[in-house]
């Protein structure tokens, strides 16, 4: 098995070991860590929670037999950090430890690292191959990594619509219930979605027709941060009104919030796309013929994984670099 591939595989391990992190390391990202000597794993670990241990120290500290380190290969998903933030810099305990060389999925954006620490271990004598499965790294800690590169959160655009093309049929009034699309195994999915988002969007005509509670009670986790996008700068109910996408932008970018649901109305998914702020789409079609009402917003992406469930088609679309 040649080197590459070998690399490959315990980074595959590392990752698998980050995501049982999804629930505590925000809003540090999730970092997976395996030391191995001679073709053996001989300790592991992952960041569990936000000012706890890296993956790195757990890691290192669950190796047993010390004097092996100084033959081992340390593979992380994430470049180990150089700075002190909560805990010490992982890259200097990498090299305290003798560790001769250290394998990274992929650089870390963070502003007090990019790039910092692979330099460290370099400096030290430390041989370090970056970029092992990085884009599988990436993608892990899209939220972490949208929100320090491009200065946002990371958006995902939802909604459901008839086969022919409509979101709803024309309402006046809030006693005309909106058209259901969803099944109750898609329910509970956009519920799932929404544990995993920090904040949740509608628009002002959204909010006032449906008063929708924007929960997770047909999933499990914390509820996002509602906010309603309106030109009125009170409403109740809500936990944030913005009045123009852009400074929407700006504000949960300095309140920390790294990913953003926006689950509608058209006008209010439409203005996101045609303004560029999104990175994922789910499009949920119902085999439901409306013929009129409104139409679902247009969007170009790259198109991603389809599955059929319950007799909807759920859409991946993505936006393109």
């Known amino acids: 098995m040649e080197q590459r591939e070998i690399d490959e595989r315990y980074m595959r391990r590392c990752l698998q070991l980050a995501r049982m992190g999804w629930q505590g390391a925000a809003p540090n990202p999730m970092v997976g860590a395996v030391v191995v000597c ?10 569990r929670k936000c000012g706890g ?58 502003a007090r690292v990019d ?5 460290m271990l370099r400096a030290a004598g430390i041989e370090v191959t970056v970029g092992v499965l990085e884009d599988e790294c990436l993608w892990l800690n899209r939220n ?13 655009l939802k ?14 009034s809030n006693e005309e219930r909106p058209v259901t699309f969803s099944t109750a195994t898609t329910q509970a999915l956009v519920h799932q979605l929404r544990s995993e988002c920090e904040a949740i969007c ?12 924007l929960t997770v009670r047909h999933w499990y986790g914390h509820n996002p941060l509602r906010i309603v996008l309106s030109s009125e700068e009170s409403i109740e109910g809500c936990d944030l009104v913005a009045t123009d996408i852009e400074g929407l932008m700006s504000e949960l970018f300095q309140k920390g919030v790294q990913s953003l649901l926006v689950e509608g109305g058209r006008q209010t998914l439409q203005s996101f796309i045609d303004a560029g702020l999104w990175d994922e789409a789910r499009i949920e079609t ?8 409104i ?27």
């Open 115 to 119: 790039g910092r620490g692979i330099d």
């Open 202 to 213: 509608v628009g002002h005509r959204t909010w006032e027709l449906d008063r929708p509670s």
């Open 144 to 156: 972490f990594i949208t929100f320090h590169t491009k200065h946002r959160p990371y958006i995902v």
């Open 53 to 110: 241990p890296h993956a790195e120290v757990n890691a290192i500290n669950s190796v047993k037999e010390r004097n092996l380190l100084k033959q081992s290969t340390i593979y992380v998903s994430l470049e180990p950090c150089a700075h002190y933030g909560k805990t010490p810099p992982c890259a200097q305990l990498i090299i305290d430890s003798g560790i001769p060389r250290v394998v990274v999925g992929c650089k870390d954006p963070f």
């Open 286 to 293: 119902a085999p439901i013929t409306l013929s009129d009402g």
């Open 295 to 321: 139409k679902a917003p247009q969007i170009e992406g790259r198109k991603g994984e389809k599955m059929l469930i319950d007799g909807n088609t759920l859409q991946y679309i993505y936006k393109k670099p």
């Open 159 to 172: 909604w459901a619509q008839s086969r022919d093309g409509f979101i709803d049929k024309h309402r006046e």
């Open 38 to 47: 001679n073709g053996r794993i001989i300790g592991e670990g992952y960041h």
